[in-house]
């Protein structure tokens, strides 16, 4: 079974001072030129094995560029665990507009969206990288970076990491979100996704990964 947990950083200090640990946080400033708002988290037991896709057109900053994300190994990353892949120089790629207007996805649209990287990917002569990253290694990409999961070749291999997403804390100022001060930068308080179509299990198997997590941080 492959799990994703959304948002430790809510319930989790230890989370937070990971995603906002001083020297990472400098980076995310500096690459920003204005301080960050931590909004998103990610934990992945295994690879995601996602298709390659943009952050952006799923977490849409009001000001174009004003997102980032970095990806953290909790673990040393084997060939065929599903190691991280992404594409250098894709973060260049003039953005797709969708029909309304917006750079954020129409689910509708998403063919068109694939078909036109596709072939700006191809135009570019951009290739695909896989990170085959050790523990402790931390990844930061733009937002528009193209990315995804490679194939996991045995599945009986972990690929524990942990994503986060930042926008920049003008843009959250300006879709009114509540920020907390964390030293040089900020995380947003905010509710829980709903999890749609929880199943019994579900919640034992998130407990499970979040004794994992915490292993890994103490």
């Keep these: 079974m492959r799990i994703k947990v959304n948002d430790l ?12 640990d001083p020297q ?6 500096d690459c920003m ?7 998103n988290s990610l934990y ?11 952050d952006a057109i799923y977490m849409t900053p009001t000001t174009p560029g004003h997102m980032l994300a970095s990806w953290i190994a909790m673990e040393d990353v ?14 260049l790629i003039p953005q797709w507009k969708f029909s309304n207007g917006s750079y954020h996805f129409v689910p509708s649209e998403m063919d068109q969206w ?29 937002a528009h970076l193209l990315h995804g999961g490679g194939p996991i070749n045995d599945p009986g291999r972990t690929r524990r990491s942990t994503v986060f997403h930042y926008f920049t804390a003008a843009d959250s100022r ?16 905010r509710g829980h996704q709903r999890v749609p179509g929880e199943k019994p299990n579900v919640t ?10 915490r292993r890994t941080l103490s």
């Excluded at 030129?33 to 909004?39: F, H």
């Excluded at 694939?114 to 990170?131: D, I, N, T």
């Excluded at 034992?204 to 997590?213: E, F, G, H, S």
């Design 114 to 142: 694939e078909a036109y990287m596709h072939s700006q990917v191809s135009e570019r002569g951009l290739r695909k990288e896989p990170f085959f990253a050790k523990k402790g290694d931390v990844f930061i990409w733009h």
């Design 9 to 20: 950083y809510l319930t989790m200090p230890d989370v937070r001072d990971l995603a906002l």
């Design 33 to 39: 030129t204005m301080p960050v708002a931590l909004c």
């Design 174 to 189: 300006k879709l009114g979100y509540k920020m907390v001060a964390h030293d040089a930068t900020y995380w947003i308080k």
């Design 78 to 91: 084997h060939e065929d665990a599903g190691p991280l892949e992404y594409f250098p120089g894709s973060h």
């Design 204 to 213: 034992t198997a998130i407990d499970r990964v979040l004794q994992k997590v």
């Design 44 to 54: 992945l037991d295994k690879g995601s094995a996602q298709d390659p896709h943009v």
């Design 24 to 29: 990472l946080a400098q980076i995310l400033n």
